[in-house]
């Protein structure tokens, strides 16, 4: 038995979001956990979504429909776009692997600067293409547009973005992002924009109602973060007709279920809720930059997003021991050592309510002091 050469290569990514592994750990079971690791809204699935998921239980004999219909119809509504514009994804990591199928080739590059998410690198080895790292500069993290044109080829494909960016917590400069793309448009290059936190963000805009300004582009969303739905996975692509019809013919049929679509849109209708959680991110974006500031050897900055990427290397402590010693205390963070190319000195949190922040401070005083 032998597998393609990329899979024999391949290396798993590693992921926050561990709650079921430690949870049954002896060792924490009598331990309250709280997941900072995840940058999951705290507040919980919307009343609405938990409702519309009982009223449809009885449907679970029927194949769900394949092309998410009616949830793309509520979509329309709010991009003023077509469905012909838009895809539907099992998570928002199902688009990323299912972009990097339809466009990418043996020996074609990719670009993808770094730290950020790395199912990018995944996806793009995993079809056997070349992922060509752009180091973006310490202490602030910055995509520079000069420095990403700068390795375009003949060769280079696509070109993956995050915004705001995972685990910096960075919105793009938008005349950075703009630069990029209009490049990247006259060399025939695809640009695949990941926007699946900038509903958590206060200034971010997405780019998805200019898709058909660019066909090059690609934008996904997620309605796991910001509807605290990871358990249901649902997320959405947005581009031009022609790349979405390349994407759609290698989808997998019937790739998400019934009660995804269904709870997507009720998710979609509930504008309260959104109201609700951005109220939320807001104060306690800055209670925990007041608050962790105090904390000696710790560095970060307010983020753009709904998570803090806080610099550890003053505390004399690594990422994967401050990590360690957090979850005896039932505190899970998430290590950012597996970011390239980022050393054992960051961690990523997760912002959450009040009373479960002040848990996380007291716990870091605990340990740093």
Aim: proline share 5%; charged share 25%.
């Amino acid at each position: 038995m032998r597998p393609r050469k990329s899979i024999i290569e391949l290396k798993a990514s590693t992921h926050g979001g561990k709650f079921w592994h430690y949870k049954k750990n002896p060792n924490v079971q009598a331990i309250e956990l709280i997941d900072f690791s995840a940058s999951i809204n705290p507040i919980g699935p919307p009343e609405s979504v938990i409702e519309v998921i009982r009223r449809n239980l009885h449907n679970l004999s029927h194949y769900p429909d394949s092309h998410s219909t009616e949830f793309k119809k509520e979509l329309t509504k709010i991009y003023n776009l077509h469905e012909e514009n838009l895809i539907v994804g099992n998570g928002s990591n199902e688009l990323i692997r299912l972009f990097a199928e339809t466009f990418f080739e043996e020996g074609d590059e990719v670009i993808i600067p770094i730290p950020t998410f790395d199912e990018y690198t995944v996806a793009t080895e995993f079809m056997g293409a070349l992922p060509i790292f752009v180091e973006l500069k310490s202490p602030d993290f910055i995509v520079n547009s000069s420095d990403i044109i700068a390795k375009i080829t003949d060769k280079t494909k696509a070109i993956f973005l995050c915004n705001p960016n995972n685990p910096t917590s960075k919105l793009m400069p938008p005349d950075e992002l703009q630069s990029i793309v209009e490049d990247a448009n006259e060399k025939q290059v695809l640009v695949f924009l990941d926007e699946v936190f900038i509903d958590s963000t206060e200034k971010g805009v997405s780019y998805a109602i200019r898709v058909t300004q660019h066909t090059n582009v690609f934008v996904i969303h997620s309605l796991t973060k910001i509807f605290a739905i990871p358990g249901l996975r649902v997320g959405y692509g947005i581009g031009s007709k022609e790349l979405i019809s390349y994407m759609s013919r290698a989808k997998l049929e019937w790739n998400v279920n019934y009660l995804a679509q269904v709870a997507a849109i009720a998710a979609l209708k509930d504008i309260s809720y959104l109201e609700k959680s951005k109220e939320l991110f807001y104060k306690q974006k800055r209670f925990l930059m007041e608050n962790l500031a105090k904390i000696r050897g710790l560095k970060t900055e307010l983020p753009d997003a709904n998570y803090f990427f806080v610099d550890v290397s003053g505390t004399g402590l690594t990422g994967t021991r401050l990590e360690q010693e957090l979850r005896e205390l039932g505190i899970l963070v998430r290590n950012c050592s597996s970011f390239k190319p980022l050393g054992d000195n960051h961690i990523r949190i997760g912002i959450r309510t009040e009373k479960e922040n002040k848990r996380l401070l007291g716990a870091l005083n605990q340990i740093i002091q």
